[in-house]
């Protein structure tokens, strides 16, 4: 039966690689050209920064630039367009330009420039950033290098979210548009940044390096002269592409890569488990209108009774670590305003038998003998989980949550509807429990994760809301906290705030933080070397829409090119477990690679022989942002 199914595996995996078509950029040396994918998922048509959220990954941080980076491994807003940035009064931000800003038609970068790309998003409430205009009064230009924000209600700690966030646009260029909202610019993009759009098709786009950037005399040039940015569908490719070396940056979860790092020099930021920093927290949302998971105690027993670790191990190959109750990501940013006494004090931890405790104390008892628990009246108690179908990793952690619940007696059908069908039911508030992540990503303040997880704003259950907070929780204390932190600027009284939001979190368990979701990262060393790692950690190595900024351009500054020597021959022997459905398997292949004297062994393999191992079934990558 094991001979049978491994021959399925193997003739599926070779028709499934045999019929992709080659990402390799014809004319593009390869020395000089980086193939790079993660966080492309449609075809590249639209480069317009105005819209973030619909704009091509790199318009951002590449082609058009913020003033700001920001640097989590630091906890450091670093000025980019910017000399420095700094309040002068309590409503006044003042913000000096370096000398010598360029865009790339050769015209000056100035602070009317600047003006410009933030007077536009007040004439036009469609931009990403329009919303500023709540509590920013107005930009003047002070002389051509400076610029003071004056604010009329002046928000301390988001706005050092923005700054890093919008993108300087060529008022020279963008003033003659008529629908800026609207318009892709996609024939030619002007901003200032590192890289130039070279070209684009249905599968990818191609950047060139701007050779006249002026962030060259600043930071050096950047090594690659290309970027090619591909679309992958499969794990199954994409495996096989960074093992062969013709993926040289992957932000792609791909199951597997513990197995084979060591055997072919994969870069992962940690040598060991967990391999990858935290990008998110993924989290079970729970319908807090709905009963009884409108009971604070109820959810408290759902979060004994889940045993995060496990699902880390499981469903994700240790890639992850598990959430703490607080659900605050591991991350300078976080760990700073975190309070460990209070998640002592008030958290919880997998423990069935307390969960069962407390689900008998509130009358919910198994009086049929199914072995599932009913309502204290006796009405059936049943409830579905769902995440997206195709996306895997999620996919299989609620199922291992259907059946931690499972054991506590507690009935938790997993669903996986098609995206849209999520989307709208999560929106609405049409759902029982569904795993989240989209906005509790990393960021300069725990302020963004704290808005989008218990977002004030949301709306009612059947009317769409977009700004999280799936599970409509309601607290007015939590409400109030969330819009003084916005605005507060002592840090000190900023972190007696977020020492409320936590104690309330963990006393009322909104929602079940279950892992850190990753920043995944493996880089192939076939071409290029010097990646971060944490021997090497000079930048967040994430190319995903809103990361090029927070590291991704870096690593362009820092990469190198292999030098190639003529190869030789040697036998790799490669032993590899896989565990599907809580059942290890080991395959052990034994393929012929290229070895020089100067490099260490690489991967020069066919790319079907090894992706056997991890296509028990076709796995559909994602962006997870």
């Known amino acids: ?233 499969s794990n199954n490719v994409a495996l096989s592409m960074l093992i062969k070396g013709d993926l040289d940056w992957s932000n792609f979860f791909i199951p597997g890569i513990p197995d084979v790092k060591k055997a072919y020099n994969i870069v992962t930021w940690y040598d060991d488990k967990p391999y990858m920093l935290p990008a998110n927290t993924a989290l079970l949302f729970l319908n807090d209108q709905k009963e009884p998971l409108n009971n604070p105690e109820f959810r408290r027993a759902l979060a004994y009774a889940i045993n995060p670790a496990e699902i880390a191990a499981r469903a994700f190959q240790n890639q992850v670590l598990p959430a703490d109750p607080s659900g605050l990501l591991p991350v300078p940013s976080h760990e700073k305003i975190k309070a460990k006494d ?125 700004g999280g907070n799936w599970g409509r929780y309601k607290n007015e204390k939590v409400a109030e906290l969330i819009t003084a932190l916005a605005k507060e600027k002592d840090e000190q009284k900023a972190k007696q705030m977020y020492r409320e939001l936590q104690e309330i979190w963990l006393k009322e368990v909104p929602y079940i933080p279950i892992v850190y979701n990753g920043a995944w990262f493996q880089a192939s060393t076939e071409h290029w070397t010097n990646w971060p790692n944490e021997h090497n950690p000079y930048a967040y190595p994430i190319t995903w829409s809103g990361y090029w900024q927070m590291g991704g351009a870096k690593v362009l500054l820092h990469i190198q090119p292999v030098k190639k020597e003529t190869p030789t021959q040697t036998e790799k022997i490669v032993t590899v477990t896989q565990t599907v459905s809580g059942t290890p398997s080991t395959t052990v292949i034994t393929r012929t690679v290229e070895k020089t004297e100067t490099e260490t062994e690489k991967g020069g393999i066919c790319g079907p022989a090894v992706v056997i191992l991890f296509a028990v079934a076709p796995l559909l990558l994602r962006r997870k942002r």
């Open 1 to 233: 039966m094991k001979k049978t199914l491994s021959f399925l595996i193997a003739m599926f995996v070779f028709f499934s690689v045999a019929g992709v078509v080659s990402v390799k950029a014809e004319g593009l040396p390869r020395e000089e050209t980086l193939y790079v994918g993660g966080g492309l998922w449609s075809q590249p048509t639209n480069f317009n920064p105005l819209v973030s959220w619909a704009a091509v990954t790199g318009t951002i941080g590449l082609i058009y630039e913020p003033l700001f980076f920001y640097d989590p491994l630091k906890d450091k807003l670093e000025p980019w367009l910017a000399e420095y940035g700094k309040w002068i009064d309590d409503k006044t931000y003042e913000v000096k330009l370096k000398d010598g800003l360029t865009w790339q038609d050769g015209q000056p970068l100035t602070a009317e420039d600047v003006k410009f790309t933030f007077d536009i998003a007040k004439k036009y409430s469609g931009t990403s950033y329009s919303g500023i205009w709540n509590w920013l009064g107005e930009v003047k230009v002070i002389d051509e290098k400076t610029v003071h924000f004056v604010f009329t209600d002046p928000h301390y700690e988001e706005w050092k979210y923005w700054l890093y966030q919008i993108a300087i646009i060529p008022k020279h260029i963008w003033e003659n548009i008529k629908d800026p909202i609207n318009f892709a610019n996609n024939e030619n993009p002007i901003g200032s940044g590192m890289y130039k759009l070279y070209k684009t098709d249905q599968m990818r786009f191609i950047l060139i390096r701007n050779d006249n950037w002026w962030g060259i005399k600043y930071y050096g040039k950047p090594t690659p002269k290309y970027i090619v940015y591909v679309i992958v569908y």
């Open 342 to 466: 209070l998640i002592q004090k008030y958290g919880w931890s997998y423990d069935p038998e307390k969960a069962k405790q407390i689900l008998d104390q509130l009358g919910f008892k198994d009086v049929n003998g199914e072995g599932y628990r009913e309502f204290p009246d006796g009405k059936p108690l049943k409830f579905e989980i769902i995440v997206p179908f195709g996306w895997t990793d999620w996919m299989e952690m609620i199922r291992i949550i259907s059946e931690q619940l499972a054991a506590v007696g507690i009935r938790a059908e997993p669903k996986f509807p098609d995206f849209s069908k999520y989307w709208d039911d999560i929106t609405k508030g049409n759902f029982d429990m569904a795993i989240n992540n989209f906005g509790s990503f990393v960021s300069v303040t725990p302020w963004t994760w704290y808005n989008w997880v218990l977002d004030p704003n949301v709306a009612p259950i059947g009317k769409a809301t977009y």
